[in-house]
C-alpha cells in the first residue's frame, strides 16, 4: 500500500495535480513496469509499498534477481510506454474478503499481509491501469500521459521489509519526477553536487577524519581533521576575547545527584551514560550548564560582576541508537562551543544585542549569508513568573527589532524554562541547518538557587542564557565541509600550501624550497616540499584533489628571481609573483582568520 | 607501641644516635610532658602510638580536651623539663602477662590492646625515664639530657585509632628535633615555604581552580586557572610544531574489546570506569594509546613516513580512592601532553637524541633547572626478543651518553613491555617529582598487529614510543604553582598587568588608563584597569596578593608624558617608563613564551 507520507509539497504551475500526486502515481507506473519486465524475464516479482517522498518516490520490491544501475534505463523505458499507452487510472472499493481474495491470486503476499493488518473499518481501495492493480489510498492522476515524462530512477538500496531487521531484505528503488525537464536536471545536479560535497566521502579523502567499530558515533579526527577542529576554536577563543568570555574547564563525570538537581535526569536520564564509582551513581555529562552552575555558586558575584559568560569547550556524550548515527552530523560524543550568561533580567536586551552582533559576525565569517531566525515563545507548561516571560519576550523582540533582525515567531513553541532563539543557516546547496542558539532560562538559576548581591545590596537570582554560536563542533565541521565541498578558506586549510621544484634532482630548486617552507612555517604558515621522484602532472593532480589553497612552483627562473609561480586551487592559470609579494598575500589572507 | 617506620635517616654529625632514634626518644618525651600537665589538670590521658617519621615524629593521644596551637609552647615547656631532669632511659623486658597487668594497672587501654595483638613469639620490651614507662621496641639514647633541645611542635590532626574509620578519633601531635638550631630554623623555614606555596590554598587564593562534592579528584578551573591550563598546552603545541608532531583527537568511550586488545582490561580494570551501551560494555579511557593504535590501523604507512608522532590532549579518567586524592596532584581525570611515536627499532636512537633536546628546552623553560634522570632496563618478566632489547637499552644508553646525560640505571625496573627513561626535577624547595617519560614499547604494535613497507617493501612491525613532557597537565599546575609560589611567569600569568589610575574621579587618567588597556588587550595582553573607588593602598595589596606581574600606575604626570610607572612583582620601587617602552618591555617578556 503506498502511503503518502509526505508532509512536503513541491506543487507546481504546469499541472492541476499537487507534486506528491504525480509522484505517487508515478510510484504506480514504476511498479507496473518493474513487473511487466522481469516478469517477461520470468522473475517472480513481489510489491511491498511505494510512497512519494521528499523531492521523489521509491518502490519495495522483492525479486531474485539483483536490480543495478544499468538496469534503470530498461526500466525507465518501460515507464515510458506505459505513460505513452494513456491508460484510465481507476478507483475501486473492495470489502476486505475480495481484496485479500484478488491479492492471493496474484500472489502478492505482501500486499495480502498489509490488507490483514489494516483496521477493520478502514475502506480498502485499489488503483487500476490496465493489467496493473495496487492497493492504494490514492489519490492519483486520471491517466497514465498526465504523468510527466521528466522522470529519473536514481538508486536501489537494501530495505528491510516493514523496516525490521528480522523481516525479510528486499529492493527499494528510489526515482523522482518533476514537472519540467529544467526541474529534473535542476534536481540530478543537486544530487550530484551533494554527492560531491558528502562530507562523510569527503572526510576519507582529505584524510580528515575516520571510525572505527571500537566507538560508534566517535569521530577519530586525523590531524589535518584536528587542524580544523583547533582553528575553529582558536576562532571561537577570540571572539571570545572580543565579547568578554572567560572559559572555564569542568569535570565531565559527576554525581548522578547533580543532575537529579538540574533536573537531567529525571527528562534526558535515557540519553545519559552512567558508571559506577565506590557506589555512587555518576553521570558522563551530556551537558555543560549543571557544572557552570556549581560554578557559580562557589563563589559570590556582584552586579558588577555581571554579565558573567562562563565558555566551555568540553567534550559531551549523548546516547544516540546505532542505526541514528550518521557521520559527524550525528554521533554520541561531540564539543560545542557553549557558553552561559548569568546576569539579572534587566541586563538582557543589552545582552541580547551583544549576541546578536557576535553571532552574524560569526555566520557571516563562515560565508553563511543568508540566516533566518526563529523566536520561540512562551509554552502553556511552562516555569518563571508570568511578568519574568513578558519582560523576557519583549527584551528578545526588541533586541531583534533594534538589530533590524527579520523573524519567525513560533509561538508556544519555547522551551518549560524560558523562551529562545534559533539561527538557521543555508549552505552551498540551499539546504537548511540549524547551528546556533540563544536560549533564556529561569529554572536552573531556581533549582541550584542562585544569587548575585543587586545594586541594594539584597540578594537577588539571576537569569542564565545557554548560547552557543556553531554548537556542535563535529556537526559544523560536517555541514562546513559540504558548504564549501572540501575547499577551505586558507585560514583553516590543514595544508594551505605546497612547494614543488620543476626537478626532482635539482639541488637548487630543493634548497630554495626547503628555504622558502622554512621561513612560511616559522611565520606559522602549514606548508611542505613536494620534492618527491614523483611527475609535476602527478603531483599537481593530487594538490588539485587536496583541494589545497595555493600550489608554489619553483624553477630555475623562479630561484633567480627570489619568486614562485603561485596556482590558486580552482584556478587555471598561474602567474609569477615575489617572495616578498608571495608572504604579503598570505599574510592579507590570514585576516580572513580575524575576528574584527 | 611507638614503631619505627622510616628508612630516612637525617643522620647528623653532632651525635652518636641517628636521628630517628633521637626524634623516637623525643617522641617519648612528648607523650610524658602530655600525660605530666594535662594529669596535673585533671584529664585521663591514655597513649596510642608515637613512631618517628620523615623530618620528626608524632604521637597519637586521646584526651577528652581538644589541643590546640595554643597548648603547644606548655607542652614543650614540660618537654624541656624533662630533659633537664636527665633522667636515664632503661629497656625492659617483660612477659605478655606482666605487660598486660602493668599497661592494665595504668588504664592505658590502647597499650593492653597492642599488646594484645602482638604474635606470642615477639619479645614485649618498655623504655622507663622518670615516673614513664611506655611499650616500645627502641633503640633510644641512654637519657633524657641526651636529646636536643631543638625540638618543636608543628600541629594537631585528627586521627582514627589504628587508622580504622570504625575506631575512635584520637588527636596526633606532630612535631620535630633536629641536632642544631639551625637545621630546626632551615626546617620550621620549609615548612612554613611548603605551606606558603601549598597549590591548593593558593588555587583559592588566586581563584584558579575549585574542588566539589559532585565530582571528587575533578578540579573545576575557574577562568584564570583555565588560563594557565591553555596557555601550557599552547606552548607545548609550539614544541610540537617544532618537532613536528601531528595532534589527533581520539574518543574517550570505547568497546571493552579494544581494552581487552590493549592488555588495559586484565592489567587495569580496577582503576577504570565502565559504562553499557546496547548491551556492550565500553570502558572510559584511562589512556590514549590503544585509540592511536587504531588510528595507526586505519592507515597504510611506509618508511618515508616514519617516525610518525600522534599528540593527543585527550582527557582520560582514571579510579582513584577517594581517600587518596589530593588537590591536584592526585585526581581521577587530567589531561597529558601526551604522544606515541611510530618508528622502525633503527629510528630509535635518533628519535630519542630529539626526544632529550625537547625535554630540556621544556623543563628549562619552567626553570627546573636540576634534572635527574633514571633508566629502567628489562625485567625478569618480559617480551620482546632478546635482541630488541638489547638493540633498545643500547640505543637508549647511546643517546643519553651522547647528550652529555648523567643517568642513572634501575636495572630490571623496566616494564614489561620495554625499557623507559623517566626524568624527576626538583623544585624550588628541593622536592623531588616525576615529570616526564620516554618508554618504548614492543607489545601493543604486536597485539594491534600494526605494519609498516619498509624499505625493501615488505611489511615490518614499528615500535612504539610512548612520551609525556610535563606528564598530566592537572598534576604539573599543582607542582609548578608551589614552584613558583603562584608568581607565573609573564607569559603565563593570568592577569598580566593592572593599569591603576591615581584618582578615581579623573576623567583624564581613566580615559587613558582605559585607552592603554584597550591597545595592550588588542595586542593580546590580559591586562585590566581598576578604577573601583577605592584606595591606592588597597588595590597595591591586592595586586601584590593576586602576584600579578606588573602594576601600571597613571597619574597625571604619566597622562600628560605618555607614560606609566610601572612596578614589578616583589620590587618595592616603582620607575616610570614611557608607553612605547612599555610595549617593547612587554614584547620582550612575551618572548619567554617562545621554544625558539
Not at 185 to 201: P, T, V
Not at 218 to 223: E, I
Not at 294 to 320: C, Q, T, W
Request: aromatic share 12%; charged share 25%.
Amino acid at each position: 500500500m503506498p502511503n503518502n507520507h509526505s508532509n512536503h509539497s513541491n506543487n507546481s504551475n504546469n499541472s492541476n495535480y499537487s507534486i506528491d500526486t504525480i509522484r505517487h502515481s508515478a510510484a504506480h507506473v514504476m511498479a507496473q513496469a518493474i513487473l511487466r519486465y522481469y516478469s517477461s524475464k520470468g522473475f517472480k516479482v513481489q510489491l511491498g509499498i511505494g510512497p512519494n517522498i521528499e523531492n521523489g518516490f521509491y518502490y519495495d520490491i522483492d525479486i531474485n534477481y539483483k536490480i543495478t544501475e544499468s538496469d534503470f534505463p530498461l526500466i525507465e523505458s518501460e515507464m515510458l510506454n506505459i505513460i505513452k499507452e494513456d491508460l484510465s487510472i481507476t478507483r475501486k472499493i473492495l470489502d476486505r474478503q475480495d481484496a485479500l481474495h484478488f491479492f492471493s491470486g496474484l500472489e502478492q503476499t505482501l500486499k495480502v499481509e498489509l490488507i490483514q493488518d489494516l483496521p477493520t473499518s478502514e475502506e480498502i481501495t485499489c488503483y487500476t491501469q490496465g493489467e496493473f492493480t495496487d492497493l492504494c489510498r490514492g489519490p492519483h492522476v486520471k491517466k497514465t500521459s498526465e504523468i510527466p515524462v521528466h522522470f529519473k530512477i536514481l538508486s536501489v538500496a537494501g530495505a528491510y521489509w516493514r523496516g525490521s531487521e528480522d523481516q525479510k531484505m528486499l529492493q527499494r528503488v528510489y526515482a523522482t519526477c518533476f514537472n519540467s525537464a529544467n526541474e529534473l536536471k535542476d534536481y540530478l545536479n543537486f544530487i550530484e553536487d551533494a554527492k560531491r560535497r558528502d562530507h562523510r566521502k569527503l572526510g576519507r579523502e582529505l584524510d580528515l577524519f575516520v571510525f572505527d567499530q571500537h566507538a560508534p558515533g566517535s569521530p577519530f579526527f586525523l590531524p589535518n581533521g584536528a587542524i580544523i577542529y583547533n582553528e575553529l576554536i582558536a576562532y571561537i577563543r577570540r571572539l571570545y576575547r572580543k565579547y568578554d568570555y572567560k572559559e572555564v574547564i569542568t569535570p565531565q563525570i559527576m554525581d548522578a545527584e547533580l543532575w537529579h538537581t538540574s533536573g537531567h535526569y529525571q527528562n534526558f536520564k535515557e540519553n545519559m551514560f552512567f558508571t559506577q564509582i565506590e557506589n555512587r551513581e555518576f553521570a558522563v555529562k551530556p551537558m555543560n550548564c549543571p557544572g557552570h552552575m556549581v560554578m557559580f555558586k562557589h563563589n559570590k558575584f556582584s552586579y558588577r560582576d555581571l554579565p558573567l559568560r562562563y565558555a566551555d569547550f568540553g567534550r559531551i556524550h549523548r546516547y544516540e541508537k546505532s542505526g541514528s548515527l550518521a557521520g559527524l552530523t550525528r554521533v554520541r560524543t561531540f564539543t560545542q562551543d557553549d557558553g552561559h550568561i548569568f546576569l539579572p533580567l534587566y541586563m538582557v536586551q543589552d545582552e541580547i544585542t551583544e549576541l546578536l552582533t557576535m553571532y552574524f559576525a560569526c555566520f557571516h565569517h563562515f560565508k553563511f549569508e543568508k540566516i533566518k531566525i526563529n523566536l520561540s515563545t512562551r509554552p502553556e507548561k511552562r516555569m518563571g513568573a508570568e511578568e519574568s516571560w513578558d519582560y523576557a519576550e519583549e527584551a528578545l523582540i526588541k533586541a531583534l527589532k533594534a538589530n533590524n533582525c527579520e523573524y519567525n515567531v513560533n509561538a508556544g513553541d519555547g522551551a518549560f524554562y524560558g523562551p529562545k532563539i534559533d539561527f538557521i543557516v543555508f549552505d552551498a546547496l540551499k539546504r537548511e541547518h540549524q547551528l546556533g542558539t540563544i536560549q533564556l532560562d529561569f529554572q536552573l538559576p531556581e533549582r541550584f538557587d542562585l544569587k548575585f548581591v543587586n545594586k541594594e545590596g539584597e540578594l537577588e537570582r539571576p537569569v542564565v542564557i545557554h548560547r552557543a554560536l556553531l554548537g556542535s563542533l563535529e556537526r559544523f565541521i560536517g555541514i562546513y565541509i559540504e558548504h564549501v565541498a572540501g575547499a577551505f578558506p586558507f585560514w583553516l586549510a590543514p595544508e594551505q600550501a605546497v612547494i614543488v621544484p620543476v626537478k626532482n634532482d635539482s639541488d637548487k630548486q630543493i634548497e630554495f624550497a626547503n628555504n622558502l617552507s622554512k621561513k612560511l612555517r616559522q611565520l606559522g604558515f602549514r606548508v611542505r616540499v613536494d620534492s618527491r621522484n614523483e611527475s609535476m602532472n602527478l603531483k599537481t593532480r593530487q594538490i588539485q584533489t587536496s583541494k589545497i589553497p595555493y600550489m608554489l612552483v619553483v624553477g630555475d627562473r623562479e630561484v633567480d628571481g627570489n619568486s614562485v609561480s603561485i596556482r590558486k586551487y580552482g584556478d587555471k592559470k598561474s602567474e609569477t609573483i615575489s617572495t616578498i609579494a608571495l608572504l604579503e598575500l598570505f599574510d592579507e589572507l590570514m585576516k580572513e582568520a580575524s575576528v574584527g
